[in-house]
């Protein structure tokens, strides 16, 4: 007997069991519902899995490497400097190619600088007392011309001290013709997919002689003029004052497609803050120096103010590629949706049209286990509860 | 008649059906299922919502440029080195002012070194033979004074080989005082949002005088000393063996808001193990030289250990905005959740409460196609099967 | 009265509402849809919890910093430079330990490079008009042997320049035996979670002797012939005309567990491109300068074409934690996902088997206010609408 119960036990697990439905037969509501049915379908399927790719699992997080190589020589002639030619060694800093790298356009030179006491910058005047100052550590004495009343500052530094005069045209405006060859592997680990912005297939003479541009939108050399010009400046104006430009590789990938439609995309923008001019964070400057050692070894230095233009290569990507987990999670919450949509319309049939009473007696069958007699048929009565979270 | 159909067919598309419930005037079960049904909606608006921002979109790869600048002059007097004054071109490493840069506080300097064979440290001894050492290739020499047993090896190297004694104070213990002016420029791509840290309302004045504190959260000039008690470290000892600090600068925007209120946040740590003193693993040194040439064309060099300070800022961020793919997902699975509690009050109903026999006969309707009998009116009877997964 | 009304609204509130459901003692369709079930159920905890740890919350966005130190000395003795001893600060460029770092395996020196007129290198030649070229800006004048036809062009350049012939051997082939000793630290801003590669609890001895491998994964001290190797390269034929290897970190994190059991894991890859052997891209090298002033203060320099291997170290990490929000999401999309399994079986039941007409019949239950005569039993008509989207 028990191993009858058992068996019907199990037997009954593989029983379909499917929710009863009331057909209510309201055009009204019904065409609501298809209409609600038909903007979520058309939400899931154009919105997410098409436009916004809902179907794949995407990794954001990529590694990237940058190699950039600096191309163009710059003569000059000036009355400090006579004529000098300016090389890839003299004006990219640092030297190795990373992805910041610095082109100089614009000098202060201050030769020979030697640790000793020397006057302030003229700007600084003292009439006794000289307190802190930015160049040097200050002796206290006050160096006055004859018969003045004010004078400067002694001060304990690299002497001269730099002047203060920025010069009025760029040294090397013509780093405009410069060329930079930017390289740039990278790798989304999550996929393990890895690329680079130059095409293997393409001949190498074509890579040497190639510019970007739209027409050449693969070509990975690039003349600093035109990125500058494309990142909405003025390439004379910066070379004067200095900036820094980003230069924005993007690669945006859909892995279900072939490798070769994952392709760079640059952009080009100015990072420090043109619009301010004459504010604290505009330009781009910096202060090295090269150091010497004289014949009794005393040791001597040039500074230098560098002004110029610091690039930086910064990479970013997105990568997709078919996932079952996103395309339920998406699905799922779709569907789920659909209930909320069958919630708003049974709201709509049960208390807002003509014959809801009628409706609500028909979706709610009221049981109660002491009355045994009302049990084969439903309750139709009209004061069936007015309750408005029912169904949810 | 075809054609009848085919217009009955296409009206009962527009019958709105709507799910039978039967109602159970049980009010424990009831209360249970409220009290569920409310747990998960205050999760879903309260937690999901209004604490994650969960109908929000997020980005959290940001690309960010980072300047830095230093200012400070520090002034020395050693026996080695006489006076001497350390200002910016001299202190910072690399020059640029990129998003990683060194302060040296501490030296061992080494000079006028020559490609030569000299004795090697006096640390490491030998009686005759010579085996590898690391600051030269060893010659197989031993040197030994007149009438000493053991001697020191000879070695070709950069002669006189550097002496191996720390100082025991920092030589720029004074670096306290600097300042470093940090511009940060984030971008999130996703969102096409750009903003500095440096904020462009303020005069010029403000933002040469100001330093960050608390008070002053979005001044972006901060005192090297700050930075380092900040982390939870003590200045001078960490400019005697030098070490790495972390500056963090999060951006936690929610960009539903208005653009000036998202922010930068500043956080300060120690990244080389601080508590290790002695370990491998803690403090932070590097050896650079500078070349000279004498009158002969002979090369020689001053080689610098350089013990010191290097801030690495790190700029990190997450932008959120309203968007309606994880609204919709996070509504859908929490209706969804939903309707695994009605599941769960199910059970209890069906199964734990004393007249669940009698509520599963009402829930459950009972159809067999052969007997046509039993059709118009549901089975009724006990041994209705207990079958666990029902519902589901 | 309308106070029991109330009163009774407010009761109804707590009765609890179950769907209806029809047992259909079908049992292919029962199986059917306990196989669905089951399959869900398979995926979401197989796959989804158990695989893709779905129950975690995971961050990516990783704060990192690397500090570098190399260790090794080379001795090499060659015609043009004598014998000569290369240690770390002649061969690390540059020389502060960062994440990037470049050691110099091979060179071209140009020595003695002073600003003058000379004729460019052999390769150029012309016969009386000379272009643009690129190391130097052209004079016009071509330089012609007596007798000869074609001469050089004569140039304004950093004089001599640079000779285009490359080594054959590799001037510092024994880098292979140098060390690296990488010392990352880790941070997961989300979890506040903070890690480093280097053991805490190890002696230093050990950090001192070990050598990276795969018996000693967490030694953080890379042999450099060993990486090269790794990254499925030749050292000797890297070293000659130099490289680009990624050094990948990768922190992946189950935070649920224990902190020590969050390990990087190191892997190796060539980021050049290696077999395009004597196209653009492939090998490494830059051109810096070490400049001199004479005793007349005239500067001149020595011009280094440096070939070398390039070393990118890049981190790269997830962590996962539990939380409440991805689990309640993919176990709420999990049930929607067997909502859409119920709708799969139903379409299968009410329309594909034999019987569905009775089963369609059974399931929807037709009422019509109109006439309410019929509202006492379902109607059991076979003409039930064949509707196709019906259960959705």
């Known amino acids: 007997m028990g191993q009858v119960a058992w068996k019907g036990l199990f037997l009954s697990l593989f029983d379909y069991k499917t929710e009863k439905y009331v057909i209510a037969k309201n055009k009204k509501v019904g065409i609501l519902y298809r ?10 399927v154009g919105w997410v899995f098409v436009v916004k790719k809902g179907y794949q699992d995407t990794d954001t997080s990529l590694q990237s490497s940058v190699i950039t190589k600096l191309k163009g020589v710059a003569f000059t002639n000036t009355s400090e400097l ?33 640790q000793a006491t020397c006057p302030e910058a003229a700007a600084a005047l003292c009439d006794r007392f000289c307190a802190v100052c930015a160049a040097g550590v200050k002796t206290g004495h006050c160096l006055k011309e004859r018969d ?3 004078g400067t500052c002694e001060i304990l530094a690299w002497c001269p001290v730099e002047k203060r005069s920025k010069p009025k045209k760029p040294l090397l405006a013509s780093a405009e013709n410069f060329t930079v060859y930017i390289k740039n592997s990278i790798r989304f680990p999550k996929f393990k997919f890895s690329k680079m912005n130059v095409l293997a297939t393409d001949n190498e003479s074509y890579l040497k002689s190639c510019r970007y541009s739209t027409e ?14 494309w990142a909405g400046s003025d390439f004379h104006e910066m070379a004067l004052e200095g900036g820094v430009i980003g230069i924005q590789i993007e690669w945006n990938c859909d892995l279900d497609k072939a490798p070769s439609e994952c392709n760079p995309h640059y952009s080009f923008s100015r990072l420090d803050n043109k619009f301010a001019e ?67 319309c049974d709201l709509v049939l049960l208390y807002l049209i003509k014959k809801s009473n009628f409706y609500r007696g028909k979706k709610y069958e009221e ?10 048929s439903p309750t139709l009565n009209g004061n069936q509860s007015p309750d408005q979270l029912g169904g949810l």
């Open 278 to 344: 004459k504010s604290i964070s505009s330009g781009y400057n910096f202060r090295f120096a090269k150091y010497y050692r004289d014949a009794e070894g005393v040791d001597y230095r040039t500074l230098f103010k560098a002004y110029g233009i610091r690039f930086d290569v910064m990479v970013n990507g997105k990568a997709g590629k078919f996932n079952i987990i996103p395309t339920v999670i998406n699905i799922g919450s779709g569907l789920a949706l659909m209930g909320a949509g069958a919630f708003f």
């Open 216 to 229: 050449h939108p693969y070509c990975p050399i690039f003349l600093l003029g035109n990125i500058v010009r």
């Open 35 to 44: 209409v609600v049915q038909l903007s979520i379908l058309a939400y899931l």
């Open 148 to 150: 003045s009343i004010r």
């Open 82 to 114: 006579g004529e000098r030619l300016w090389d890839v060694a003299d004006y990219v800093i640092p030297p190795q190619g990373e992805n910041v790298f610095f082109v100089m356009t614009n000098l202060i030179v201050t030769p020979n600088q030697r």
């Open 367 to 376: 049981v109660k286990s002491s009355s045994r007699k009302s049990l084969s």
